[in-house]
């Protein structure tokens, strides 16, 4: 009787386009998108319409930015956290001789605590004089995970780690693609994102991470999480890159897939010496627009995730319809700077049509600058990418940040920094 009573359930809930896998009450029927209204994006609190660009960055700019700060990421700390840089091993001959390999061992230390992570850096041998432009950004699965090469050290978290199959080399090399990025004459810099905040399912990893190190002064609802916390450390190892005499310091690039997607536009967009920033995936909390409730939704990764955005971001479960922002509004904070959204077709949970739109619906910050952002509502073709100021494309397949998604990161910034081969 349980089992037909199951059965009836599911079929019932099937018929009504809801997703039965653990994740209920997913909404992925474009037809049932609620009516939503974005709240405006020139439009002060005051009613004061934004017409320049100095209007946005003196009155607009700082608003949105607030409630970012204070409902949905949280405030990140003043204060200051000593780092020390190592380098711990080098090989100047690295991948057939075309780069410079470095690991450079970053300790954290403030009030007494102590904190190591592991940077993986790659630059190429030949550059300009004005060094090469860099991306940089998190790795899932260690440093080890992004190449089979043995010299490639352990990220420290995984000292901590007991199950074997979880230190197996190169488990996902396709997603730093080093020798391509060398070859088209950008450096890479990657940490694993534990090193700086353990992560797990439904919470927990707040007592080894760096939040520890830097005492905070907001309220209780406003205090930054994990997501603040990868944050910071992406604009720690900009401070180290920036000194690097082989880095065009001007020409820092900060990526993300995933979770890692919402901390390069959380990074990118409080630290301005990003001047590139590019979201792959990145989904609910991302660059997807919440109003559209289509795939994951504040109830669900606030609930799954509850350690990564600030505790008042939790007053929106269930109530969209109120979100006073929407994430088009973080993705125009990245203007002046250039910005570039990715999706994957059946990548449904992060929403691709809502990461379209919101870059689409941050466009009009760009034309106040004399720039172009996304000029059309429509998305572009399966594989066919934008590139004007913003750019977007989407690929087929699954949630995943692939070759084919870096050849698009790569054009693009050729294409920013008016390098030869920018399409
Ligand atoms: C989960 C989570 C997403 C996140 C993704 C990832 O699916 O719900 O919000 O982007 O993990 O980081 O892989």
Request: hydrophobic share 35%; net charge positive; charged share 25%.
């Amino acid at each position: 009787m349980k089992k037909i009573c199951t059965a009836v359930v599911i079929l019932l809930a099937l018929l009504c386009g809801v997703e039965v896998s653990g994740k209920s009450n997913v909404n992925y029927d474009e037809t049932k998108v609620p009516d939503y209204v974005l709240p405006e994006l020139l439009t002060c609190k005051d009613g004061t319409k934004v017409t320049t660009v100095q209007e946005w960055e003196q009155h607009r700019r700082p608003e949105i930015m607030e409630f970012f700060s204070k409902s949905v990421y949280g405030e990140t700390p003043n204060g200051e956290i000593k780092v020390k840089y190592k380098v711990v091993a080098k090989n100047k001959k690295a991948l057939g001789g075309k780069a410079t390999m470095q690991q450079v061992m970053f300790t954290f230390t403030a009030g007494g605590k102590k904190q190591k992570a592991l940077a993986l850096v790659y630059f190429p041998n030949s550059r300009p004089k004005s060094g090469a432009p860099v991306f940089i950004g998190y790795n899932f699965k260690g440093n080890h995970s992004t190449s089979e090469d043995p010299k490639i050290l352990y990220s420290p978290y995984f000292k901590t780690v007991t199950d074997e199959s979880l230190l197996s080399r190169g488990v996902q090399s396709g997603r730093w693609p080093m020798e391509k990025i060398i070859e088209r004459g950008y450096a890479a810099v990657t940490m694993c994102y534990h090193d700086i905040y353990p992560d797990k399912k439904r919470g927990g990893g707040a007592e080894r991470s760096l939040i520890r190190l830097l005492p905070t002064t907001a309220d209780e609802g406003s205090r930054w999480q994990a997501i603040g916390v990868w944050a910071y450390g992406m604009s720690r190892i900009a401070d180290w890159v920036e000194k690097q005499p082989w880095a065009n310091k001007e020409q820092m690039c900060v990526v993300g897939h995933s979770r890692q997607g919402k901390v390069a536009l959380w990074a990118g967009v409080q630290d301005e010496r990003f001047k590139v920033v590019i979201s792959n995936d990145s989904g609910c909390g991302g660059a997807a627009l919440s109003k559209r409730e289509f795939g994951e939704t504040i109830r669900s990764v606030t609930k799954t995730f509850p350690h990564w955005f600030c505790k008042n971001f939790k007053q929106y479960r269930d109530r969209e319809s109120e979100l006073p922002f929407d994430q088009h509004q973080l993705l125009a904070l990245v203007a002046p700077r250039h910005l570039y959204v990715a999706s994957a077709t059946l990548d449904k949970w992060a929403d691709p049509k809502g990461e379209y739109l919101s870059a689409f619906y941050a466009s009009p910050v760009y034309k106040l600058y004399g720039m172009v952002g996304l000029e059309s509502e429509q998305m572009p073709k399966t594989g066919k990418a934008v590139m004007n100021d913003v750019g977007y494309h989407i690929r087929k397949g699954k949630h995943n940040i692939t070759p084919f998604d870096w050849n698009h990161y790569l054009n693009f910034c050729d294409k920013v920094f008016g390098r030869k081969g920018g399409k």
